[in-house]
């Protein structure tokens, strides 16, 4: 992905699709390599969504910052799954109210609960 540094898409102001808290999803990722491509899925229910910087060094706006939209979901099982949602998720609702096109809510790493967790 070749982003400006003007893209809206790594501003804190970009609107996503927001998941309410108990609605049942499937998140399905791909992940392209060189030779091939690793599809990966986790099914659970929507703890909560958040937006939070990035610390990566190469990735920058002229803000110096990327934002992160992050979907904490917890399994059947009772784990914990964190999947960063980028052009390459897919979020499925199975069960709950469907999706709102909104501004997720930031997370500053210093206030992040799950951050123990990763």
């Known amino acids: ?21 108990g609605t049942l999803v499937r998140v399905t990722q791909q992940i392209p390599r060189r030779t091939d491509t690793v599809t990966i899925s986790a099914t659970g229910t929507v703890v909560r969504q958040e937006r939070q910087k990035s610390g990566s060094w190469f990735a920058r706006n002229v803000r110096g910052k990327v934002w992160l939209d992050r979907l ?28 709102l096109l909104a501004k997720a809510p930031l997370m500053s790493p210093a206030d992040d609960p799950a951050a123990a967790l990763t």
């Open 1 to 21: 992905m070749n982003e400006s540094e003007l893209s809206t898409s790594l501003s804190d102001n970009q609107q996503t699709l927001l998941y309410q808290p």
């Open 72 to 99: 904490i979901i917890q399994k059947a099982d009772g784990e914990l799954t964190i999947p960063n949602l980028d052009e390459y998720s897919v979020v499925e609702v199975l069960q709950g109210p469907e999706a």
